[in-house]
């Protein structure tokens, strides 16, 4: 067995002569080491058509004199049928000039008829099929570079030295609005383009074409001829020949009006983004995963003392505190990323790098990569509450002294308040006294206008009862007149003790020898069956008492009992000490300290037994010129001037109903 | 009855000329006293110089001269100094524990006779 052979290319004789096609048959097959064989054969284009089809045939030789096809037609049509199988022509000796026409219409090579030996053929098969191959290269090559060209949405052009458009692709034939591309060529940019960009294009592909070097990855600002504008990132490269000469400039151009756009767009946000966070008085930071600083806003810089970005990032918390809080702090940090946790509004103290004691209120939140797994950093927001501490901590201090004062200021309003009842009492004394004084100046006018008259009556009647006088009635007349003058002046006296100065005479006094002698001033006044009853206790205290005024006040009050029990009943009188155990009727009307709950008292009961006081009049007994006494019978004045010298000692007075019958009245002074 | 040399020389100064007579009427009738009224008290230390009483009754409440100043005037003469005057008032409650004005004795009008006898005779006796 021979090693296998390699396959031998196939051969098409086209030719109608038989004895030629002997002859090529010979030639083609029988050359030594032949690459070629005939494998068919066709006497009419017709019948070589056929074979095209049907037959994979890689080279044809062809005779143009056919019995269905002459001359020049003959190829034409074959090399339609075939364009890319190789012809070679074979020619009479006498039609040179028709072989050579077929040549220029792509024949590969044409040969004479009994010029031809099997080596030329051989050469001519070969150099047919060679240049076959390498035209299919060339068209393969030419058709990729068109595809590209074609529908590549970038923008190519090929220039000529003059800048002329030699090529340009179909993405550039639209963006100049044409139809065809080569209505562009010839033109020029400035054609094209608004004149600053055509004119500066020109420049760039002048110094190119001297320079021979590239321009590469411009970003060019176009403005169209029509007004539209662009962005176009261009690179422009020489354009040689196969000696290396330039020829011109190419370039390929892509339009980024969009992505310069978005650029842009970006920019202006970030650009957005900075002045907020530099606007931000609160501190702003970002911190890779380590505690560098990436990224400060300008209210952190400022708070750091720095001046500039680049003094802050890449360094840490150690470069700007002191160890033991930069420690604090980035175990803090730390913790946040690897827990992955934010912490939020933390209230930390720090020394900041000018050496003051600041409150901040920090959020640190981890800052996690794309898929939420790993901790890049962590992004902080910290907002320096020193003031708002101090203020706190002075509105504290102040609300303390607030509560202080207002302690103080309730401690004072008592004080007032007291100062207040008390003045209300000197005030009430006051108007009490200055009634009095006007009450005393009356009555003493009353009293000299009266006085004096009454005086002159009674020396009058005095001298009259010391004369033997004529007539049964005059001894009685004069003592009515007495009476009469008697009574006038009581009431004048009443008047007089009622306004008389009130200054009290005090000594130490034994209130039962008072009311013993006083019941004896009475005596006369009891006409009727009286009984008096005394209950004294034997060893009461001594009082501060005016013996004269106290004396007043029992005649008063044991004479208008009497007269209360008109013909008669009992007066009882009674004294005796207790201990205040509670406020009693009257005491509590009292300014006096005396009768607080615990001292002792001394007391003194009168009760007749008379028809009692009507409940009505009860609150009225007191008042000056009150009396329920008949006409006559009273002054009116009695109990005001008792109650009057009673309150004078401190002590009280109360008048009141027996349950039964007749009126008790109690007196109190302090023991 | 006494000799004008043995009755007592009382000296009334009151501005009432009614009180005055009747007074003076009164006491002399008992033919013990011999009595020299006085109605204006701006005359009463000149009247007493002359009359020389025993004793002085003056009122208190005169109009032009207030019997305190009249008895200022009497005392501060060596003549009557030691002569004993009872102020005479309208103005004063017998019943009021006081019985004396400024030092002095007085007896609250109106008056009994009797009580003028007794005042007279406790300060100068019988």
Known sequence: MSSPRPAKHRVLVVEDNPGDVFLLREMVNEEPNSRFLVTAEAGRLEQAMEVLKSEQVDVVLLDL????????????????????????????????????????LGAHEYLVKGRVDGHLLHRALRYALERARSEMQL?????????????????????????????????????????????????????FYGA????????????????????????????????????SLTTKLPLRDRKGRIIGTCGISREITEIKEMEEQLATERNLLRAVIDNLPDLVFLK????????????????????????????????????????????????????????????????????????????????????????????????????????????????????????????????VKFAHSELRDVQLQLIEAEKMKSIGRLSAGVAHEVKNPLAILKMGIDFLSGQKLEGEHTSMILKEMNDALARADGVIRGLLDFSAPKQLEVKRENLNKIIVDGLKLVRGEMKGSFEI???????????????????????NLFTNAIHAMG?????????????????????????????????????????DTGN???????????????????????TGLGLSVVKTIVDLHGGTIDIRNLHDAGVRVTLMFQA | MDTPSTKKRIFVVDDESGFTRLLKLTLEHTGHYIVKEENDGTQAWLAAREFRPD???????????????????????????RIPIIFLTAIVSQTESKSEIGGFPFISKPVSLEAIIRCITEHIGE
């Open chain 1, 65 to 104: 004199q056919l019995p269905d096809s002459h001359g020049a037609d003959t190829f034409t049509i074959l090399h339609g049928a075939a364009p890319d199988v190789p012809i070679i022509v074979l020619s009479e000796s006498d039609d040179e000039e028709l072989a050579l026409e077929t040549v220029q």
């Open chain 1, 139 to 191: 068209a393969r090559e030419r058709d990729l570079l068109h595809t590209l060209l074609e529908n590549i949405p970038d923008r190519i052009y090929f220039k000529d030295r003059q800048s002329r458009f030699i090529r340009i692709n179909r993405a550039l034939t639209a963006l100049f609005g044409l139809e065809r591309a080569d209505e562009a060529y010839g033109k020029t940019d400035a054609d």
């Open chain 1, 196 to 231: 600053d960009h055509a004119g500066e294009a020109l420049q760039d592909e002048r110094r190119l074409m001297e320079t021979g070097e590239p321009l590469l990855g411009k970003v060019e600002f176009e403005t169209m001829a029509d007004g539209r504008k662009t962005w």
């Open chain 1, 288 to 415: 890779d995963a380590e505690g560098h600083y990436l990224l400060d806003n300008a209210a952190h810089l400022r708070w750091l003392g720095a001046h500039d970005a680049s003094e802050v990032r890449g360094r840490t918390l150690f470069d700007f505190f002191s160890d033991e809080i930069a420690t604090r702090l980035h175990a803090d940090d730390m913790e946040v990323a690897a827990s992955r946790l934010p912490k939020l509004n933390q209230e930390e103290y720090v020394i900041d790098p000018q050496g003051n004691l600041r409150w901040r209120l920090t959020s640190k939140i981890p800052w996690l990569d794309n898929d939420g797994l790993c901790t890049v950093g962590l992004v902080c927001i910290s907002r320096d509450i020193t003031e708002q501490k101090l203020a706190e901590a002075s509105l504290k201090q102040a609300n303390a002294e607030l509560a202080a004062s207002r302690e103080e200021l309730l401690r004072a309003v008592e004080e």
């Open chain 1, 533 to 555: 009853e005394r209950d004294l206790q034997p060893n009461l205290p001594p009082l501060d008492l005016d013996a004269g005024k106290i004396s007043q006040v029992f005649v």
């Open chain 1, 567 to 607: 013909e008669g009943g009992t007066l009882s009188v009674r004294t005796f000490t207790k201990q205040l155990t509670g406020v009693g009727a009257n005491v509590g009307d009292s300014r006096s300290e005396s009768f607080r709950v615990g001292r002792n008292i001394v007391v003194a009961e009168i009760d």
């Open chain 1, 612 to 634: 009692g006081i009507p409940e009505d009049k009860l609150a009225k007994i007191f008042e000056p010129f009150y009396t329920t006494k008949p006409t006559g019978k009273g």
């Open chain 2, 55 to 81: 004793i002085i009754f003056l009122d208190i409440v005169m109009p032009k001269i207030d019997g305190g100043d009249v008895a200022q005037q009497i005392r501060s003469d060596p003549m009557l100094a």
